[in-house]
């Protein structure tokens, strides 16, 4: 577009079957064939590589092929004079470039990628027969042709490429750059992932860079006596983790809208509605259901108002049962199944005296709550698709609720019991240990190793079926493995709970709460927790880092802009520490176990709530935008009026106007 010569970069691979795939590519009514030929005609830069059993076809786009395709789905874009603007690919220069200079985020040129080859229709007016090595199928007319191949199992998968040089560039710059701790290229990230998995490490790095405060106090508490001031450390350490928590999310909130800001992302932007997944199966499909929506809105402003209030409230109301009707059955699901399970686990773990018995209880424990865990995700999964939920990430913030309410009974019921039932500290303080030491180290190793394992079994068995290949055919070469067929050999980034709606983020933004939740609920009883936080959280970034780089495949990306549920599960853990440590405070305090109002147990209780207005205060103190974001916000709505304005003046001011 701007008459510079671009390097060719394949960000889409279409992955066929070599049996179905036809080795003369002359005749049109071959389908593998067809398809391709259809590729080419769009503008798309085809590439072809024979696998073991597959071929892959590569997917490359010119900038200009991607600029039609946005303007025929009218992506919203920011422009230079503060608007966001439905695309023109022929004023592409007034739209407002990515901050590494490209005109379209990662997200966009992937859903113009998915209209493009899923838009390849029959327009010939009548049936097509088409046919490969295997099978002979019909192209009805109207009807996509890979959309068609997919269900014929012509096309296995439709998958994101790594860009192999910004790859190399992020390994290096970032995943193996163990120097700069949390400092990241967040831009980068975003450009090369998408909004949702660069905001993701965006808030890992800040939560890491605000470790170290509490990590720090917390050390120095747990090294240090202070003699007769050891009983005002621990209170006063209660209420600066409160206070450091509320503003750490408030100071999120603050970065999260800068960031979006800085991409030039609106949540009222149209295009954020369009989901990695988007599929434009046809334009007649579009133009039906156009055509219905306009006939809807006759229907409800030619109807008298008494129906219309009839209907739209119903409506309302029945999505809203179906919600409290499933977030009942969780929580039931919660309280008579696994809050037993998990109390007499706690028990029997109390009262054991062998520590062989308490292993193999803990063995025992860990294979049930695995199998309950992945069976309440798989349940909740059924009935969120019951509910009305407008987009995706809607479906899965309502996943997000009632997954987390599994995994926090399964997480803290144990601690709780000990702590407040029995108050034995000691065993509370290893159950921390345990949970923050030892299983997130084997988790970190447990969550990188597997993705490469998986990886290392498909490839040897692909090298044994390439050798025995080579040995029924001799004379024949044997051909190396592409870089393609081994991308397409790796894992996929996805969640541990499926990936019908949610995809590998709910795994990390899952462990991430649960360490929160512990550190911070159990404050008072284990100050050191946090050094061992910040500790883990360091490697955190980078471990994951070289996990999408290295050992998966490109996730799909998601045009979510900020963590969603997630920060208000953050939120509901303060309110949630604010009332375990009081508690543990009483515990510390009432040695005598009496629960007697004494002014200490008192003075505790006073402290509870006015952390409370703490926590409320802060909130409404720190502006959730800074200064240059609200004056930008205003800008912008302020371009927005005069552009409205100078449009009503120029419809009073036509000349058919001017005649009536």
């Not at 006596?225 to 100071?251: C, E, H, N, R, T």
């Not at 499909?285 to 209030?309: D, Q, R, Y």
């Amino acid at each position: 577009m701007n008459g510079v010569a671009e390097e060719t970069v394949y960000e889409i691979c279409i992955v066929v079957p070599k049996r179905s795939f036809d080795e003369d590519n002359n005749g049109d009514n071959l389908g593998v064939a067809r398809l391709i030929k259809e590729l080419e005609k769009l503008g798309l830069q085809v590439e072809c590589f024979h696998g073991i059993s597959e071929v892959f076809i590569k997917l490359a786009a010119r900038q200009d092929i991607i600029a039609k395709a946005a303007a025929e789905l009218q992506i919203k874009k920011p422009t230079y004079i503060g608007m966001d603007l439905q695309f023109e690919s022929d004023q592409a220069a007034a739209f407002v470039r990515q901050p590494d200079g490209t005109l379209f985020s990662w997200s966009e040129r992937f859903c113009c990628y998915n209209h493009l080859i899923y838009a390849i229709e029959n327009k010939t007016g009548g049936t097509v027969k088409l046919m490969t090595n295997t099978k002979e199928f019909e192209w009805r007319t109207g009807e996509s042709l890979l959309k068609r191949m997919e269900a014929e199992g012509i096309v296995k998968q439709v998958f994101p490429l790594h860009d192999e040089k910004r790859r190399k560039q992020l390994v290096r710059n970032w995943a193996l750059n163990w120097l700069d701790f949390t400092s990241q290229p967040i831009d980068e990230v975003y450009s090369y992932f998408g909004t949702k998995i660069a905001t993701y490490f965006a808030f890992l790095g800040m939560y890491t860079q605000w470790l170290f405060a509490p990590a720090a106090f917390g050390l120095v508490l747990q090294l240090w006596d202070f003699g007769s001031w050891q009983l005002f450390a621990l209170p006063f350490f209660f209420i600066f983790v409160i206070s450091w928590a509320v503003l750490l999310f408030q100071f999120w909130k603050r970065k999260n809208s800068a960031l979006l800001t800085r991409w030039h992302i609106s949540l009222s932007n149209d295009s954020m509605s369009l989901e990695p997944g988007y599929k434009k199966s046809s334009d007649s499909e579009f133009s039906s259901f156009m055509e219905s929506h306009v006939e809807l809105e006759k229907t409800i402003w030619t109807e008298k108002p008494k129906g219309m209030a009839k209907a739209f409230p119903s409506d309302e109301w029945l999505g809203n049962f179906r919600k409290f009707r499933n977030n009942a059955i969780v929580i039931m699901g919660i309280v008579c199944l696994q809050l037993p399970f998990e109390l007499a686990y706690a028990h029997f773990y109390e009262v054991m005296d062998s520590d062989i018995m308490k292993f193999g209880l803990t063995a025992l424990y860990l294979l049930a709550i695995q199998y309950y865990t992945r069976l309440g995700g798989k349940v909740s999964v059924c009935l969120i698709k019951n509910e009305d939920n407008k987009s995706r990430e809607s479906s899965a913030d309502s996943l997000v609720y009632k997954v987390f309410g599994l995994y926090f009974m399964q997480s803290y019921i144990g601690l709780f019991y000990h702590a407040l039932r029995h108050r034995n500290f000691m065993t509370l303080r290893q159950f921390l240990i345990q949970r923050l030491i030892v299983s997130q180290v084997l988790e970190n190793l447990v969550e990188n190793s597997i993705p490469y394992l998986k990886y290392s079994c498909t490839k040897f068995r692909a090298s044994r079926k390439r050798k025995h290949e080579k040995g029924s055919s001799e004379g024949k070469p044997m051909l190396p493995v592409t870089r393609v067929e081994k991308e397409y050999m790796k894992p996929t980034y996805s969640a541990s709970i499926g990936d019908e709606v949610e995809d590998g983020l709910f795994d990390d933004f899952l462990e991430l709460a649960l360490q929160f939740g512990m550190i911070m609920m159990f404050a008072c009883a284990f100050p050191l927790a946090f050094s061992f936080a910040a500790l883990n959280n360091i490697t955190e970034i980078r471990t994951d880092a070289l996990k999408l780089l290295a050992m998966l495949r490109r996730p799909v990306p998601r045009a979510a802009s900020t963590i969603g549920a997630w920060l208000n599960i953050f939120q509901f853990l303060i309110m949630m520490s604010i009332c375990t440590n009081c508690a543990l405070l009483v515990c510390l305090y009432d040695q005598e176990g009496t629960w007697k109002i004494e002014p200490g147990l008192a003075a505790i209780l006073i402290m509870e709530h006015i952390l409370l207005l703490i926590k409320f205060g802060f909130s409404r103190v720190v502006p959730e935008e800074p200064a240059w974001v609200k004056a930008n916000r205003v800008k912008h709505a302020q371009v927005q009026e005069m552009c409205s304005k100078q449009l009503l003046r120029n419809i009073c001011n036509s000349p058919e106007k001017k005649r009536e």
